[in-house]
């Protein structure tokens, strides 16, 4: 039997007797929450149900709005404003072409946060700050974190390349340490973080915060279908690939008979019969929870994650296998 989240016998999991610290900082106080934690926010896996679970264990709750409609997305903010009072989020996938419809919407129903994936949200930028609304830019490089400090990001979230879904080149073991020496705002590490190990990793490399995206995926609160959740839990370390090179979109999914299907077509270089292919195959996944021809976005962190847990367990045994950890580091140099 594999390791379990919050096993004793873990190394880091003992907390040796000594009451929690928390892990302020900039981070935590720009948002207002307890822990260093944003959720991803995924589309059709992220909803309100989650968002406000994960808010109300002390992180930032997201919802993902992907290509929602309006009207839907309006619906999500409503319901989570219903069920949590904590700070909580939207993401705008930009590459959806209602986007400019989406901001509106989200200007006018209000939230406390936006994150921004898959573009550059530089003409949003001026609207969301005059509302008030906190603004994370998911960025791959350090170009884009530099132009999105000069036209006033809050944060950005520096996502590397062994996360889910559509990705960038680096890895977050380099890109975090670079966007910590190249901004001022706090950097947040995305990509590959699953428990307190990945939380204390990206604290050593400059990150003030982390997402995580594939291990909310197995929230108890999550929606997606159960078929998916036992999915990731299964996954091992070479499970997922990344798919979509020709398109200029690529996105790394759990392979699968799609997966394959759409790698053939990669190297056909056949990129607009990979976008047909590829088209509704997310919510085929997450909603309908087909296996073989769903697109099974998720990071390479499936690997590490091993239960289906409440929110607030997976947000609490992080913090606590996270300040485990540093308080270790800070022993063993001698
Ligand atoms: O956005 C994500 N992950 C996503 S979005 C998504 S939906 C989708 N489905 C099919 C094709 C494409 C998207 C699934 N997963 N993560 C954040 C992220 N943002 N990763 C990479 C980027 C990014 C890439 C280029 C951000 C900015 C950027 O800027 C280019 C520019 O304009 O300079």
Request: hydrophobic share 45%.
């Amino acid at each position: 039997m594999g390791r379990r989240h919050g096993d004793v016998d873990h190394a880091y999991s003992d907390t040796g007797g000594l009451t929690r610290m928390a892990l302020p900082t900039r981070l935590t106080d720009l948002l207002g929450i307890e822990h260093p934690i944003i959720q991803g926010g995924m589309a059709w896996t992220a909803t309100a149900e989650l968002a406000a679970a994960v808010s109300n264990a002390g992180g930032l709750g997201i919802i993902g709005a992907g290509h929602m409609p309006t009207v839907v997305l309006r619906d999500q903010i409503r319901l989570a404003k219903d069920l949590t009072d904590k700070p909580f989020g939207v993401n705008l996938m930009l590459l959806t072409p209602h986007i400019d419809e989406l901001v509106d919407m989200v200007l006018e129903e209000g939230v406390h946060a936006v994150t921004t994936g898959a573009g550059n949200p530089g003409k949003y930028m001026t609207a969301l700050k005059e509302h008030d609304i906190k603004v994370l830019t998911v960025v791959p490089s350090v170009a884009l974190a530099k132009r999105m400090e000069s036209i006033g990001t809050d944060a950005v979230i520096g996502e590397g390349m062994e996360a889910g879904g559509h990705i960038g080149e680096l890895t977050t073991f380099v890109l975090t340490p670079q966007l910590s020496d190249a901004v001022n705002v706090p950097v947040v590490a995305a990509g590959g973080i699953a428990d307190g190990r990945g939380v204390a990793a990206a604290f050593a490399l400059g990150a003030e915060g982390v997402q995580v995206g594939t291990r909310f995926m197995c929230a108890e609160e999550c929606t997606v279908h159960p078929s998916v959740k036992e999915r990731i839990i299964k996954a091992r370390d070479r499970d997922t690939v990344v798919t979509g090179y020709s398109t200029g979109h690529p996105v790394r999914v759990i392979k699968n008979k799609l997966s394959r299907m759409i790698e053939d077509l990669d190297r056909e270089n056949k990129p607009e019969e990979v976008e047909e292919l590829g088209s509704g195959k997310l919510a085929l996944a997450m909603r309908e929870g087909d296996l073989d021809m769903g697109s099974l976005m998720a990071g390479q962190a499936a690997a590490l994650v091993c239960q289906i847990q409440p929110a607030a367990t997976i947000v609490s045994e992080m913090m606590t296998e996270a300040e485990a950890v540093l308080r270790h580091l800070g022993t063993i140099a001698r």
